[in-house]
């Protein structure tokens, strides 16, 4: 069974930073992608960056330039550092991956980001 687990979020002031993690309990080759979703109250989940097996990153318009998608095969993990942060990117951050072959995908807990003053 896949898990993956999140962690690094927390409160940040605007135009702070902070680095999210995804632990993936097996290998990440298993995947196709990898990547961060967040979901704000009342709003839909809505993809954030991904990273192909390729090491292919994309970044959403919204997070562009301020967000970075990576991954570290040896620790099995992704990461999301996130930049200049504003209010508008508090919310709850998933990371997701996808089966390379199933193409099923993978869901972690969650992690609250907060971006206040």
């Known amino acids: 069974q896949v898990q993956l687990v999140e962690s690094g979020g927390g409160l940040v002031q605007p135009g702070g930073s902070l680095r999210l993690s995804c632990a993936a309990s097996?290998?990440?080759?298993?995947?196709?992608?990898m990547g961060w979703y967040r979901q704000a109250p009342g709003k839909q989940r809505d993809l954030v960056a991904r990273i192909t097996v390729g090491d292919n990153p994309q970044t959403m318009r919204a997070v562009e330039g301020r967000f970075t998608i990576s991954r570290d095969n040896a620790k099995n993990t992704v990461y999301l550092q996130m930049n200049t942060l504003k209010p508008e990117d508090t919310a709850v951050y998933y990371c997701n991956a996808r089966g390379r072959y199933t193409g099923k995908d993978y869901w972690g807990q969650g992690t609250q980001v907060t971006v206040s003053s």
């Open positions: 097996g290998s990440i080759s298993a995947f196709s992608a």
